[in-house]
């Protein structure tokens, strides 16, 4: 019986802040818009309206994200309360009340109807750290025909909101815009409940089905009536034994050709469904490796150029000790540096003996230089004083020698006689020229094309790093970055598994299918040879050959027109589905020649199964996933069903941003469509579209709908606006 | 689908036709099958009413063969 939803009232519920009162909207039976800026707080309606249909509410999940349909308990109840009141108006254990009222109106016929008052609320209390769930309350109230009044009932709640839509068509008239695709099945079991129920199509299924179960147990009935027949010859049973045997061989085959078909099917929907991300992910593989690729042989660059451009570099800067070591290695040089050395330390020599000269007598002097060639050592020196006793002459030592030895002779050997600059720049030339004389060596053998030919080498590696760079860059401006994530590598594992399971199904199909002939033409061989032997039978035996017979027919018969019925069925959906679509698609040149296509698949077991796509004029199918062809395809097909459905189911149509995707002109035309759509009892259609957030008001398309609606009494416009002061939703009615 | 127009489409079945020869297939529609003398039509009683009434199938299959008494 045809629905019409009266009232919604809302008590702080998301940014519906305040009592009932408050936030009420009144429906009219037709269409209703609802619109309003992002935020206002439309999908917050929708998820009133989910909550008393569902009982749950669409939050959005933490840390994964998306969007999932939740019970509110303690954990999510902040979510859905309105924020202002939690936050700001209710103390430390202040009791308060979520909650959702919905009226409702069932016509049961032109005289009579019943009024529902439908509530669900939530009492809880505010605790130190959350809100603390004190009681669920579901109410059902009859409103009274002649006073008006509400009178509580004990209706069954699920019962009488059932009715308000039934949960089987929940998915096609309660829609949710961005994920009309998900929530409109297009194929499946549950568009074939939804179709039957629409269009009682499934009676047909029953009788067919009853008509084969007839059919099994005749035949098994015949055999045994036939094995129990004493006018049939062994052979003959025989025959008929083997004929059993092979029958329930064929049966199990065709229960294996029908798991293969399930196998094929539930594999191509995965297939199907991740042919996308599989290509993407692939593509982004591809591209990850290109760009590992890339990066790899960066850093290999970089790694040759940091050894051989170092290399170079230090070399190259060192030019002049070059030089002088080239210099120094040619023949001759060496030898004179050589003698350098000598000279130098013959010099220093002498300056030392020049200076220790100044203080020692020409004895001393005389003395030390024949020490100096008996390399003395000082600790022998020091011995020497410490026990008084000359070793050299093995005598006591005189006071003077005494007085030589431990003045002279010591700081001269131990070099602490006091060095004057001379000396000191004597000991650095020496020095430098053993330095030289060892840096020279480095170079020993190398000149200077040398580093001609490594200035060269560098360059090129310089300009292979540079080349690869710029490769880099052109990538990551072409493809981006290219990141990958766990979930890719998910979409390419599951869609390659389904390939490989769909190609072990069909081959699998295949080979039974081989065995399904072979044993079909076993049976028939030995029914050709049974016609000539079993003649003179039993009454009994002739009456079950008949009554086989007969159901054999009569399942032909049904099987054919259950064929018949869902082709013609498909037809006529496919061509009522097209006038919907092509209603809502008028003002779009190329959508508009699209239609739909409604397919039917048979599986093994006669099970049927519909396919629904939208096709363009050269009848190529057009996918473009979360196109807008694609959501209104669904709405298409719904609207279609109910075009054929003889008695008109009446659940009212409710759906957030169903036309998001539409260009201008079609959005137009959806509401127009709507307008004249006579399948539907009442229409409540909440979006964004025709709002301007510049004006804070109706923009151009706003205005045009809001024109064509104008003259219409059962239509209804309302807008919704946050209203930022008071932190609640100003709900206006312009008509 | 219209149970009336399956029955009327199996009545008029080339191949089933010889199973009521005797009998006229306009007078039938799906709620007075079990009127006919005719133990096939009768049968068709059970098939078109598979998901009716509260027997089992089993049952109801057992009435046609209780009809041709097997």
Redesign the interface.
């Known amino acids: 019986m045809p629905i019409t939803i009266n009232k919604i009232e809302l008590q702080n519920w998301f940014n519906y802040k305040g009592d009932y009162a408050k936030n009420t909207f009144e429906f009219k039976e037709g269409l209703n818009i609802l619109v309003g800026d992002n935020n206002a707080g439309k999908t917050k309606l929708h998820n009133a309206f989910r909550f008393i249909l569902k009982g749950e509410v669409l939050l959005e999940r933490e840390k994964v994200g998306g969007y999932v349909e939740q019970k509110i308990d303690e954990n999510n109840i902040s979510k859905v309360l309105n924020k202002s009141l939690v936050n700001r108006d209710l103390k430390l254990n202040d009791m308060t009340t979520l909650g959702v009222k919905l009226t409702f109106t069932e016509k049961i016929d032109d005289y009579d109807s019943s009024t529902f008052l439908v509530t669900k609320e939530i009492k809880c209390r505010k605790d130190a750290q959350n809100m603390v769930i004190k009681e669920y309350v579901n109410t059902i109230h009859r409103i009274d025909p002649r006073t008006k009044a509400p009178r509580k009932t004990d209706d069954e709640f699920e019962k009488i909101t059932a009715k308000i839509i039934p949960n089987n068509f929940l998915s096609f008239f309660f829609v949710e815009g961005e994920q009309l695709g998900l929530m409109t099945p297009l194929e499946g079991d549950k568009l074939k409940d939804t179709i039957n129920s629409i269009v009682n199509i499934g009676t047909i299924d029953d009788i067919e089905n009853f008509s084969s179960d007839f059919l099994r147990e005749a035949n098994q009935r015949q055999y045994s009536i036939e094995m129990s027949e004493v006018s049939l010859s062994q052979k003959v049973k025989d025959d008929l034994k083997k004929k059993e045997n092979l029958r329930a061989l064929l049966d199990d085959n065709t229960g294996y050709i029908y798991d293969c078909d399930e196998k094929i099917q539930n594999n191509e929907l995965i297939r199907d469904n991740f042919k996308t991300a599989f290509e993407s992910s692939k593509q982004n593989k591809a591209l990850k490796s290109q760009l590992d690729s890339i990066l790899g042989k960066i850093n290999t660059a970089e790694a040759v150029i940091n050894t051989t451009v170092n290399k170079y570099i230090a070399a190259y800067m060192n030019q002049t000790t070059f030089s002088i070591c080239k210099l120094i290695n040619e023949d001759g040089v060496r030898k004179n540096i050589d003698e350098y050395i000598e000279n130098v330390k013959s010099f220093i020599f002498e300056r030392r003996t020049e200076l220790d000269s100044k203080k020692l007598n020409k004895h001393e002097t005389e003395m030390i230089h024949l020490l100096e060639k008996s390399q003395p050592k000082p600790e022998i020196l020091d011995k020497m004083i410490s026990q008084d006793w000359c070793f050299v002459c093995d005598n006591k030592l005189s006071a003077h020698s005494r007085d030589f030895i431990g003045n002279k002779l010591l700081p001269f050997f131990r070099g602490t006689l006091e060095d004057d600059i001379e000396l000191t720049k004597l000991d650095n030339i020496g020095q430098m020229f053993n330095s030289l004389n060892l840096s020279s060596q480095m170079y020993y053998g190398i000149d200077i094309e040398y580093f001609d030919d490594e200035e060269a080498g560098v360059i090129e590696k310089i300009n292979h790093k540079l080349e690869l760079e710029s490769e880099k860059n052109e990538f990551i401006n072409k493809h981006g970055t290219v990141q990958r994530d766990d979930e890719e590598d998910v979409s390419l594992v599951t869609y390659e598994r389904a390939l490989r399971e769909l190609d072990k199904a069909a081959r699998e199909k295949e080979r039974f299918i081989g065995e399904e002939k072979r044993l079909n033409s076993e049976i028939a061989e030995i029914e050709k040879n049974e016609k000539r032997d079993t003649k003179n039978v039993s009454p009994k035996l002739t009456q079950i050959n008949s009554v086989v017979s007969f159901a054999k027919l009569l399942n032909e018969t049904i099987v054919n027109a259950k064929d018949n019925e869902y082709s013609e069925f498909a037809d006529r959906l496919g061509e009522k589905a097209t006038r919907r679509y092509q209603e809502f698609m008028v003002n779009n040149t190329v959508a508009k020649k699209n239609h739909i296509r409604v397919q039917i698949k048979k599986d093994k077991k006669n099970k049927y199964d519909f396919k629904i796509d939208v096709l363009n004029k050269f009848n190529e199918i057009q996918e473009q996933p979360g196109g807008a062809d694609q959501s209104l395809r669904r709405v298409a097909v719904v609207f279609g069903l109910l075009d054929m459905a003889e008695n008109k189911r009446g659940y009212p149509f409710i759906a957030d941003a169903p036309i998001s995707k539409l260009s201008p002109d079609t959005k137009t035309a959806f509401f127009k469509s709507l307008l004249n759509y006579q399948g539907l009892s009442q229409c409540m259609i909440l979006n964004m579209d025709l709002w301007s957030a510049e004006k804070q008001g109706l923009n151009d398309i706003g205005d045009e709908v809001f024109k064509l609606i104008g003259t219409d009494i059962k239509s209804r416009f309302i807008t919704i606006q946050h209203n930022v002061q008071n932190n609640c939703v100003d709900i206006n009615y312009l008509k | 689908?219209n149970?009336d127009k399956?029955l009327r489409?199996?009545l008029k079945?080339d191949?089933?036709k010889e199973?009521w020869k005797d009998a006229d297939p306009e007078i039938f529609n799906s709620r007075n099958l079990l009127s006919s003398d005719n133990n096939?039509i009768k049968?068709?009683h059970?098939?078109?009413n598979?998901?009716e009434g509260g027997s089992s199938?089993k049952l109801?299959?057992e009435g046609?063969?209780k009809l041709?008494?097997?």
């Open positions: 689908m149970k399956l489409e199996i079945s191949s089933l199973y096939y049968a068709l059970y098939v078109l598979a998901n199938k109801k299959i046609i063969f041709f008494n097997l």
